[in-house]
């Protein structure tokens, strides 16, 4: 960590005055961010380590030359306008993007200091230790519990299955305790346990959410990744998403998109803020970004001048 508060407090001046002239909203990706905008010093280990992430797809940038340290047990909000790369770079921290034909990712990303995108690591154990959340639920359209069980019966964690009980192995009872221990986890135990076979579409959308978060964590992540995870959700089944969120970072390391400012304001230890360009513009503790922000433009974006 260096000079944060020297740098940061007489940096932005010059730039700001350019900015500002006439459009806040710049395009420019060239603008000067210094590195003490984005350099957040923290205490232990980073749990996620990006240094120059450049992701573009076909010809068009969508991330440029991020560089950023995510600390564990924590919630890291990443805000910024629409477009601005949010997903991408969410994406690129369990290797999602792969998925994507177009997408090509330069950099690297390690996670607890492994490289996640060396030769041969092995893609599912990745993403069952960093695992995602989606913006609109995605239940399978199958019973509460097997929704649950689908993680640990995948890797193996628990056989229930015919040919299992065939060889003498059931581990039922420890299948249930998994389904129990994560919907609880997940703040839904209450509203379902009920009815545990019936199928998870007939939840509503905010329990459906709470689900989608217990599939998450039935596989024991220790990042939970979460793009947007309220945006469909009315403010009641919202405030039950952030409460959640917040118990969750006790124990798991929460990485959140979300375009609510309050939302990040209200929940997150530590807040990104992306611009145009793909660029990360500045990054450090929620209150002091929110607050008192070392970037001019962050500050516009932040009282809602742009975006
Ligand atoms: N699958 C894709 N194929 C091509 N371009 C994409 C794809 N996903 C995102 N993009 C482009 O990358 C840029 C960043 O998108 P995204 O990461 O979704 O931003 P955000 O989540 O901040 O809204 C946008 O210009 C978007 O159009
Ligand atoms: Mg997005």
New binding site residues.
């Given amino acids: 960590m260096t000079d944060t508060s020297s740098l940061g407090a007489n940096a932005p001046t010059d730039t700001t005055v350019a900015e500002n002239a006439d459009r806040p909203q710049t395009t420019d990706r060239h603008e000067d961010t210094p590195d003490s905008w984005t350099d957040y010093a923290f205490e232990g280990e980073p749990k996620l380590s990006v240094d120059g992430l450049d992701v573009h797809?076909g010809s068009?940038q969508?991330l440029d030359d991020i560089s950023i340290e995510i600390p564990e047990q924590s919630v890291t909000a990443l805000i910024?306008p629409?477009?601005?790369?949010?997903?991408?770079f969410l994406r690129c921290l369990n290797r999602m993007n792969d998925r994507?034909r177009?997408?090509e990712v330069d950099g690297t990303v390690t996670f607890e200091g492994q490289d996640i995108y060396q030769d041969g690591l092995d893609l599912v154990e990745l993403r069952k230790r960093v695992g995602m959340v989606f913006q609109a639920p995605n239940p399978f359209p199958k019973s509460i519990r097997d929704n649950i069980a689908y993680g640990p019966r995948k890797h193996g964690t628990v056989q229930t299955d015919l040919l299992a009980k065939l060889t003498g192995r059931d581990d039922s009872d420890q299948e249930d305790e998994i389904v129990e221990r994560s919907l609880r986890q997940a703040a839904i135990w209450e509203e379902v346990n009920d009815r545990l076979d019936d199928n998870a579409l007939g939840l509503s959308g905010g329990q459906q959410q709470r689900l989608c978060i217990a599939r998450c964590l039935a596989v024991d992540p220790e990042v939970i990744l979460m793009d947007e995870p309220a945006s469909a959700l009315d403010p009641i089944a919202t405030a039950k998403i952030e409460d959640l969120i917040e118990e969750l970072a006790e124990e798991y390391t929460v990485v959140i998109?979300t375009h609510n400012m309050q939302q990040a304001a209200r929940i997150s230890d530590q807040t990104a803020v992306?611009l145009t360009g793909?660029r990360l513009v500045e990054y450090g503790e929620t209150d002091q970004v929110f607050e008192n922000p070392k970037s001019q433009r962050v500050e516009d974006y932040i009282t809602g001048k742009f975006g």
């Fill in positions: 797809y068009d969508a910024g629409s477009g601005c790369g949010k997903s991408t994507i177009a997408a998109v992306f793909g």
